[in-house]
């Protein structure tokens, strides 16, 4: 067998060089000769101290698997197969990787390098077709309508929508008692006078729930309207008193 040749490269690892080593000299990675891979590994570690290069840990430590490796020739069969097996794992699994980052070297290049600027594409404007001068003339007055609608256009004003005040009975009652004590004895159509729908309404309902709890006294013709006083209670009860006697 032709021995190994390789240049002095840089590796990133040791299982990258056993792995160049392979690929190059087209061995099966299934069935390695640990013999003549030892050799060509300790070659390269000898180049590179004869180039004064640094030799990694990670280096030294694979020399020293592959010598073990080989002196495993002496050992029962089942621990030398195991340790080879173990190697050749590495080197498939490490096989796998750089072949997946290559193609993700290669997919992110051409995202970089075959992507171009949108095309400007240019449009022929011109218009082509031919028409009888009549279909002209009504496309052109149809235009000049249009054009007239849109400058004699003016939007219709829309007038604010207000909202009717509501007037509550308790705001009815409230405004009833205030006027009685300011002023005494009220008219009837003062209470009514210069008020909208809603409010006569609740001031007609105010009148009708304080006479109902007595507290103001409305006059026998309806015109008048005073708040309710003792005097007016003693005088019901007297009249009450003297319809009861009547009766009996």
Known sequence: MEGLNFKLEIFEGPLDLMLSLIQKHKLNIQDIEISILLDQFMLYLDRMSEADLEIASEFLEMAARLIMIKSAALLPKEEAEQMKKELQGALIEYALCKTMA??????????????????????????HKIHQPEELMLAY????????????????????????????????????????????????????????????????????????????????????????????????????????????
Do not use: C, W
């Open 141 to 248: 007055s149809a235009l000049n309508e249009r054009t007239r609608r849109k400058a004699s256009y003016r939007p219709r004003s829309i007038k604010p929508i207000v909202a009717k005040s509501y007037v509550t009975v308790f705001t009815g009652i409230v405004a009833v008692l205030k006027s009685l004590r300011r002023n005494g004895t009220v008219k009837m159509d003062e209470l009514y006078r210069d008020q909208p729908r809603s409010r006569t309404v609740a001031t007609f309902l105010a009148i009708l729930e304080l006479s109902k709890e007595g507290r103001i006294y409305i006059s026998p013709d309806g015109s008048s309207v005073r708040l309710r006083t003792k005097a007016d209670d003693e005088s019901h009860e007297g009249n009450t008193a003297e319809t009861a006697g009547t009766e009996q």
């Open 102 to 127: 290559e193609r993700l070297r290669k997919r992110f290049l051409g995202d970089v390098v075959f992507v171009r600027e949108p095309m400007e594409i240019e449009i022929d404007k011109a218009y």
